[in-house]
């Protein structure tokens, strides 16, 4: 058995030999151009003839053949082969009318301002399209973030415009217009256009022609409707007395103003009787006290809803609205108060299975 496998052919050896190795003559590659000439008519042919097809044959002629012109079309923005090339072309748009705003605001030293310079400029009054309308407007679905992007450069382009507005830069102004109005919605410009209406009404004066402030306040479930008018001074006396030095050591002879009064009056009771409790009483006279005008109003309140506080409350709000609608310097002090805006607390509702809001029933063992 074994004498078979090893009495077996050793399997045939092929070498391989390259080429260029077993030819002895080099040939080289006829050039593209010539033409094919057999070697039996080698002989027939005038050295002239040979001498004319090599001159003929250039190695760089196929680099130097004309290419033919591409019919392809040029994508007119960078940004075609994208799913949303509008987008970025918006963006891009955007960024360069950023730069170049402010590069002419700062060419005019309106750039960069301080920041009571900021604080000073006209309120923005914003009328952007939300995210649904802008991708309406760009054409294609916008995300969240993609939104807040365009709006962010929006913002700051708003801001240059107000800035250009101010500084009486109108060339500037109407190019940067002419570029946010078209990302604005009818909705946002017709609510724009109400708050300025309402913020001229107020500006003009709330007061009616007998001078009187109407104001609404709400506290809780209650609701005061309050009107103020100013108290009407005395008349000055046509006799005076004449000033002597005597007069002003002698108690008796000297003569002091009254101090003003004024009436308080809620759902036609006096402040004293309705509210029985000091500190409702007190809630109520606070922003009289802190403008200073304590006694310079009389005031006449109609309240409705809710208990002893949340009416104080409701009275509270509506009497600081009334002293800066007379008095409007006095609002910066009322609102670091916190007497311009409005208490959001509410009563928590009562829950299923407690006995109150959080107040849970006595557990009986048995």
């Known amino acids: 058995m074994f004498a078979g496998r090893f009495s077996r052919r050793p399997p045939r050896l092929h070498v391989f ?25 080698l002989e027939t042919m005038d050295e002239a003839q040979l001498e004319g097809d090599q001159a003929g044959f250039d190695v760089d ?45 700062r060419a005019q030293h309106l750039l960069p301002l301080p920041p009571f310079a900021l604080r000073a400029l006209p309120p923005a009054q914003p009328a952007w399209a939300n995210k649904s309308e802008m991708s309406l407007i760009l054409q294609a679905p916008l ?57 001229e009404a107020k500006e003009k004066g709330p007061l009616d022609r007998y001078g009187r402030s109407y104001t609404v306040g709400r506290r809780k479930t209650s609701t005061a409707r309050v009107w103020m008018i100013e ?14 030095t005597t007069s002003i050591l002698s108690s008796s002879n000297a003569t002091t103003p009254p101090p003003p009064t004024s009436t308080v009056l809620i759902n036609s009771v006096p402040i004293s009787n309705y509210f029985p409790l000091p500190a409702d009483r007190e809630g109520v006279l606070r922003p009289l006290k802190l403008a200073g005008l304590l006694g310079a ?28 609608a007379h008095v409007p310097e006095v609002e910066p002090i009322l609102k670091k108060a916190k007497l311009m805006r409005r208490d959001p607390r509410m009563v928590e509702r009562k829950k299923t299975g407690l006995a109150k809001a959080r107040k849970r029933y006595t557990w009986v063992k048995r």
């Open 17 to 41: 030999a390259p080429r260029s190795l077993t030819t002895t003559a080099t040939t080289t590659p006829p050039p593209p151009n010539s033409r094919f000439v057999p070697p039996a008519s």
């Open 61 to 105: 002629s196929r680099s130097r053949r004309p290419r033919p012109e591409s019919k392809r079309p040029v994508p007119p923005s960078p940004a075609f082969y994208t799913a949303r090339s509008l987008y970025y072309d918006t963006l891009v748009q955007l960024q360069s009318a950023l730069s170049l705003s402010r590069r002419a605001l």
């Open 143 to 199: 995300t969240a973030r993609m939104y807040k992007r365009v709006v962010m450069l929006l913002r700051e382009l708003e801001q240059y415009e107000r800035i250009a507005r101010v500084a009486d830069a109108t060339e500037l102004e109407d190019a940067i217009t002419d570029i946010t109005k078209g990302f604005e919605s009818k909705k946002g410009i017709q609510a724009r256009d109400t708050r300025i209406r309402a913020r």
């Open 231 to 244: 108290v009407q001074k005395p008349k000055d006396s046509t006799s005076e007395p004449v000033a002597n």
């Open 297 to 324: 109003f009389n005031v006449f309140a109609l309240v409705r809803g809710g208990g002893t506080s949340g009416q104080s409350g409701a009275i509270a709000l509506a009497v600081a609205k009334g002293c800066v």
